[in-house]
């Protein structure tokens, strides 16, 4: 069996790692081909030095662009790849554009398509990602839900049973890894001179947030507000989305400690003594519901309902004043909620289905 992974961003790099681990344990043939969606050193580089991944065998230099512009190039080169170098599936995770141009040059081209973090679902079609998922789902030939709830809905639209998988999510199987090599290699505390449960922690990138100046604003000074009412402070790595926009908005920020985006490591290790976590991203409000530690989504909507069911995620939205609210309420959360995303081995088994059916 030979496996082709497919990806481009730093939440597909960290959640293709644990597979990527697996398939060299066992000696099992793959390549990797790196779209280049995501190119800056700390979007991507740095996340293969810290997860011991081997080079993309391919990199497109796609970039960045519209969507239509960024997923028409991927497309085109994509396809010249998968219809050169042999391969029998093709891998992707998660819902960003390259995973929908990988799913969709290979299965154009006949290939079967196995997509890793099948079944989310946040029934807002504004989402880019909302396009994606569906498209994509509807495209595999094999479907790996990370929870039963996934599951169901796949079911629901129509996917047969013996496609679907219930595997788990593999950024458990990331944290686990990580987790301990991070208290070993790096100390952010000392190095942003905070203390172990005296900061927040922040992350906002979201199109619909961060391309929509009221409700940048809005999320912005909820943050102000919440620096001021517990009196410490709020940390926000940046993304380079975000960076953008609050140039194009000219947006000043006051009582916000901005970072430049951390590297996997550094950010775990952040996440997992934060008192709370604030975040539109999807990886980000997994891993503080993994971790323990309440989280506030700044969005009206979530694709990781398990997350809100099990008690250690609330949505909050983009309006300051909820935000505050929202806050107040988990801030006092004890962090005693199961986590609903598997046991850590959903790269594992994921290889072994792929090898029962391709191998
Ligand atoms: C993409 C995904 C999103 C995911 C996010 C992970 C889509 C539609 N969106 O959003 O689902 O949550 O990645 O982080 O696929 N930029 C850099 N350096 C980089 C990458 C981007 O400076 O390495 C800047 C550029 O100005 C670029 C902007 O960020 O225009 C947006 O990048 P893009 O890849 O289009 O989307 P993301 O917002 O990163
Ligand atoms: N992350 C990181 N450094 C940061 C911010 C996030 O390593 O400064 C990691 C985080 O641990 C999570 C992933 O990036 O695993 C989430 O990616 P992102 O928020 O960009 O995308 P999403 O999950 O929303 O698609």
Redesign the pocket.
């Known amino acids: 069996m030979k496996v082709a992974i497919v990806l481009g961003?730093?939440?597909e790099i960290i959640k293709m790692a644990p597979i990527v681990r697996v398939l060299e344990r066992d000696g099992l043939d793959y390549f990797i081909l790196h779209t280049g969606?995501?190119?800056?050193y700390n979007?991507?580089r740095v996340f293969f030095e810290q997860l011991g991944l081997p080079e993309a065998t391919f990199n497109l230099d796609v970039g960045?662009?519209s969507?239509g512009e960024?997923t028409g190039r991927m497309l085109i080169k994509i396809e010249r790849v998968l219809r050169s170098e042999a391969h029998d599936v093709v891998l992707v995770v998660g819902?960003?554009?390259?995973v929908l141009a990988g799913a969709l040059a290979a299965v154009k081209l006949g290939f079967k398509v196995g997509h890793v973090e099948a079944g989310l679902r946040s029934y807002d079609r504004e989402m880019?990602?909302e396009v994606?998922r569906v498209l994509v789902d509807h495209c595999s030939d094999s479907l790996f839900a990370p929870t039963e709830k996934a599951e169901r809905i796949l079911l629901s639209e129509g996917i047969p049973e013996e496609k679907i998988f219930v595997t788990g999510n593999t950024i458990v199987d990331s944290v686990y890894q990580n987790l301990e090599i991070a208290g070993r290699k790096v100390n952010i505390y000392e190095e942003l001179g905070v203390e172990k449960c005296g900061y927040f922690l922040a992350t906002v990138?979201?199109?619909e947030n961060v391309d929509n100046e009221r409700r940048f604003r809005g999320i912005l000074k909820g943050l102000e507000m919440i620096r001021e009412e517990f009196d410490l402070p709020v940390i926000y790595p940046i993304?380079?989305?975000a960076e953008?926009q609050l140039k194009i908005f000219n947006i000043e920020v006051n009582g916000i400690e901005i970072v430049k985006p951390l590297d996997y490591l550094s950010f775990l290790q952040l996440e997992s003594s934060a008192k709370l976590v604030l975040t539109d991203?999807?990886g980000v409000q997994e891993e503080a519901c993994i971790l323990g530690v309440p989280c506030v989504t700044l969005r009206y909507n979530t694709e990781r309902p398990e997350t809100l069911d099990v008690g250690a995620n609330v949505l909050a939205g983009t309006d300051p004043h909820e935000i505050v609210k929202k806050t107040r309420i988990m801030a006092n959360k004890r962090s005693c909620w199961e986590n609903p995303f598997g046991d850590g081995k959903a790269g594992e088994r994921i290889v072994q289905i792929l090898w029962e059916k391709y191998g």
């Open positions: 961003t730093r939440p969606q995501h190119y800056s979007m991507d960045s662009g969507h960024q819902d960003t554009n390259t880019p990602e994606n990138h979201r199109q993304h380079p989305r953008r991203s999807g």
